[in-house]
């Protein structure tokens, strides 16, 4: 099979379109052959062995996709032949065939299209998580996101209106900030020309965020932490500027604020049945207009490799999709 693969750990552009083996049928997992797959920070962080872990070499890269199940491995119960799904599989996806876990694979309705579908999972799944069951977003609080206009961060203002919040968008360009408005943001604030403490205190009439939810780290973290109400949450999410803050907890202590790790793959692997739930939720919600994958773009697998680069060059906004074969549907 055709895929894009990952040789040595090694900068982006090594990576390379190739035949590949495709992979042998397990227990309690399904072969799918794959119609898009989507580009997600990780994949950029994985194929130069920066990522949390590292898979045997070489592999193919690919967090997330969507196909058509072609074969169901022994203890299999959710799924068979010719069901249309989504599927996590952290590895694997930018190629004709992918294998996944049966638990990390979503049964998607006849309407959502292989390219709507490749973009639900990781950026709904992990902000949704982050919102609802970590920082317990209510309505009428004020959310701040950074990063706005990425793939998790678009997703997180689409929940944050959805569930009733003000959502204050924060991102590096105008052009990135109009996505986010035309996603529903209320506020917009360039942290890049802007700056930030200032704008969310003028934005909040000085009350301050009841929620940072924070995918980029560096520099804009210890200003967005600084900017918390009165037992604010800080939802720790990912650190897309390449750097981990280092940040004095009396931040946390002053205001009684709270900083919340999110672990969204460790979660769905602990708790696979919520998990399940969940993407029931998303799935509906799409169904019905009120949450709607932001695609920007579509690549062919050939050139998987220039939409990584891309979002690794921060140049991305929303979800890149890589149609892997239009054929599928
Ligand atoms: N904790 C979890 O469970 C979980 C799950 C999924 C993803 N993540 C993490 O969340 C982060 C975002 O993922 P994503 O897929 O949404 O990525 P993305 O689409 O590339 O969005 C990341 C955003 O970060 C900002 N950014 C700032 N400095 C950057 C830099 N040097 N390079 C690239 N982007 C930079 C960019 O916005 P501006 O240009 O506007 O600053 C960009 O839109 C990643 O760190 C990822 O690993 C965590």
Redesign the pocket.
Known sequence: MKAIVCEKFAPIGELKLAEFDRPQIKDGHVLIEVGAASV???DA?IVQGLYQNKPPLPFVPGHELCGIVREVGQGVTRFKVSDRVVATPGVGAFAEFALSHEDKVIAIPAHMSMIQGAAIT??YG?SLHALKNIARLQAGERLLVL?A?????LAAIELGKLMGATVIAA???QD?LQVCESMGADVLINYETEDLKSRIKEATSSKGVDVVYD??G?KFSEAALRSLAWRGRFLV??????EIPKIALNLALLSERSLMG????EWIRREPLAHLKQMDFIIEQVRLGHLNPKVNEVYALQDAVKAIEQ??M?K?IGKLVIQVNSTVQ
């Open positions: 997600n920070f990780p962080l990781l950026t992990t990063g206009s990425g793939g998790v961060g991102a590096s360009t990135k995918a980029v560096g999410v990912g650190f897309a500027s390449g999110v672990f969204w793959g979002l690794a921060r991305a």
